[in-house]
């Protein structure tokens, strides 16, 4: 299958969506009114709600909701073919995803830029948003250590990498003070400085990884880890002008341009899709993924189409700087779009490498007994329609100047791969994949760091507002002795859930609590709808939640009694088995008892209840 209509299609379909589908939540289901005041403008302080610029504020939604999500999930899922995650993303996205994400963004909004637990106490009540706060703190923790994993293991041993992505830090500093304090409102300046800075990073990074300066920068997997967990905690207590809001547009601006580019790449170059449409593993039994197609294509793939964890960011930092309500659309609905179109180009990017590299990459094999698992699997699967012989793995690995790729698991080094595959084969571009596969990297980095630390700081809120109701002071994110513990807390917890975890155990979990969050913002986006008198449009957000509870809910079971509960017969992994089982059962319960308060809320409410923002 070629690439090219794949890419075209895509492109056209979320186009139209944004044209129609968005316009229509926009003016019918929410009816944005630029006349009603944001909490932006109503609780300024400087530090947490300052009106910005819609399109830095685009720039640090997207760096924030866009994670390791799309660009591992759809490398993941493509264990079962390309044809499933791409309908998945296409669809998923346009009627689940994005209505999901400007849903949650505009009740916020409305709400003086309430979290999505505070919502639900007022909106269902104080039962639903003290189960909803409880299912937050798990499911934050857990998808930041899916999350912080990916970057992990990716930078683990990597000096060039390192250094680039850790060159963006002070650079993102400086963008901060140049557009806030010494020229305020001068975003082409930034903009352009820091463009040209990123390429600098990358190119540089080549030569501190041949010079004496590379063992400072190669940095173990357990050095890396608390490495991130402190830029979270940083940039979670700084003021979201110095670091946050110019890294995340800095980011983004690499992140859309690089995508944009990797379209046109693809729409060039037209490479062939490798992996079959749907493969064997269909039926279950894959190394990456153990369960089948359904239910788990969907809870692999944990952004790009719907994810939970955007829903934090959509009541967490975005809604404190929204300027106009009509921005929402662009910023809610339009940044989803473009998160399901990243998770298509890497769908595209890991179906172009064949399936023998593609598995040799992202199947651990460092042991003789892992090993001994994956030349087994080789054996029962390797056909002529599914080949499992490496290709050009060993060049790969001399092209890319990195000296191992084989077992690197993750999806983020298959994602490297594929795309410095692709750029490669562009006119004279041949001689420089090692430069694209470290690009690579800072681009996949860079989305998951984005991530980490907005997620911190949103996570700092909700426990904050959770400790608040014990300790007044608690709740109000400007109190600096609550702002420092609250962040402290969530820091120490995703850490240590890296240290303890693999991919095979994190990533599982985590896309069960990304779809789960996702069903409870649903819940909770259905209810607001109904209570503001919009009964009539509850569809447009009833729909996905029916899809993603069935969905999602069947996963956990399966995943608990089919997977988590075995690794409970091996003392090694005893620990981390009770773990998974214990976290994914109450976020279950969490998410059925959300459903079940809010359904009689349903039925009952009868009087439009249009909130002004207070």
């Avoid at 593993?281 to 793939?301: D, K």
């Avoid at 080094?413 to 694209?436: C, E, F, N």
């Avoid at 449009?537 to 729909?543: D, Q």
Wanted: hydrophobic share 50%.
């Amino acid at each position: 299958m070629n690439a090219l209509p794949i890419m075209l299609g895509a492109v056209c379909i979320l186009a139209l969506a944004y044209r129609y589908y968005g316009a229509f939540v926009a003016a019918k289901v929410l009816a944005l009114d630029n006349s009603r005041p944001t909490a932006a403008h109503l609780h300024a302080d400087g530090q947490n709600y300052l009106p910005t610029n819609r399109w830095v504020l685009f720039g640090h939604h997207f760096a924030a909701i866009s994670g390791a999500g799309p660009l591992v999930g759809p490398v993941l899922a493509a264990q079962f073919g390309f044809a499933p995650g791409l309908l998945w993303l296409l669809i998923g996205v346009t009627i689940g995803g994005a209505v999901h994400d400007f849903v949650i963004l505009t009740a916020s909004t409305r709400r003086g830029g309430r979290s999505l637990a505070a919502i639900a106490r007022s909106e269902i009540g104080p039962f639903a948003g003290l189960i909803c706060g409880i299912a937050i703190l798990f499911i934050v923790i857990v998808a930041l250590a899916g999350l912080g994993l990916v970057v992990v293991e990716a930078l683990a041993e990597s000096p060039w990498g390192t250094f680039t992505v850790g060159l963006t830090i002070p650079m993102a500093l400086a963008m901060g003070w140049w557009m806030y304090r010494v020229r305020p409102g001068d975003i082409r300046t930034a903009t352009i400085a820091g463009v040209i800075g990123l390429l600098f990073a990358v190119w540089a990074g080549g030569y501190v990884a041949e010079s004496s300066l590379a063992v400072y920068f190669t940095l173990s997997k357990t050095t890396l880890i608390w490495l991130i967990a402190g830029y979270g905690f940083v940039a979670s207590v700084l003021p979201v002008w110095l670091l946050l809001c110019p890294r995340d547009y800095l980011s983004s601006t690499m992140k859309i341009g690089t995508v944009a580019a990797l379209v046109l790449v693809v729409m060039f170059v037209a490479p062939r899709l490798q992996m079959p449409a749907i493969t064997p593993l269909a039926a279950g039994g894959g190394p990456i993924i153990p369960g089948t197609l359904w239910p788990f294509v969907f809870t692999t793939i944990a952004c790009g189409a719907i994810s939970g964890f955007h829903s934090l960011i959509a009541s967490g930092t975005t809604p404190k700087m929204l300027d106009r309500e009509t921005d929402a659309r662009m910023i809610g609905y339009g940044a989803m779009l473009i998160e399901g179109l990243v998770g298509i180009t890497a769908l595209v990017a890991a179906s172009s490498l064949c399936p023998g590299d593609y598995f040799a990459i992202n199947v651990d094999q460092r042991t003789d007994e892992a090993r001994a698992r994956y030349e087994k699997f080789v054996a029962a699967h390797d056909s002529e329609s599914f080949p499992l012989a490496e290709c050009r793995l060993t060049a790969l690995e001399t092209e890319t100047g990195e000296t191992r790729l084989r077992s690197r698991t993750g999806g983020g080094v298959t994602l490297a791969v594929g795309i410095a595959q692709i750029v490669s084969s562009l006119p004279g571009m041949s001689g420089m994949v090692k430069y694209w596969y470290h690009f690579a990297i800072m681009f996949e980095a860079l989305f998951i760091l984005t991530t980490i630390d907005t997620g911190t700081r949103v996570a700092r809120f909700l426990l904050g507002e959770f400790i608040g109701r014990v300790h007044a002071p608690f709740g109000r994110p400007d109190w600096w002795p609550g702002t420092l513990l609250t962040s402290a807390v969530i820091v120490i917890g995703f850490a240590t859930f890296i240290q303890l975890g693999t991919i095979s155990t994190i990533w599982p979990i985590f896309g069960i609590a990304n779809q789960l969050l996702a069903g409870i913002a649903l819940c909770v986006g259905t209810t607001v709808l109904i209570n503001e008198g919009r009964r009539r449009f509850a569809w447009v957000t009833l729909v996905p939640l029916a899809f993603v509870s069935i969905t999602t809910l069947s996963a956990g079971w399966l995943s608990i009694t089919g997977n988590f509960l075995k690794l409970t017969e091996n003392p090694a992994t005893a620990l981390r088995g009770w773990m998974n089982a214990s976290l994914t059962a109450v976020m279950m319960a969490a998410m059925l008892a959300i459903l079940v308060a809010s359904i009689p809320r349903w039925w009952t409410s009868q009087q439009p209840n249009t909130p002004q923002v207070s």
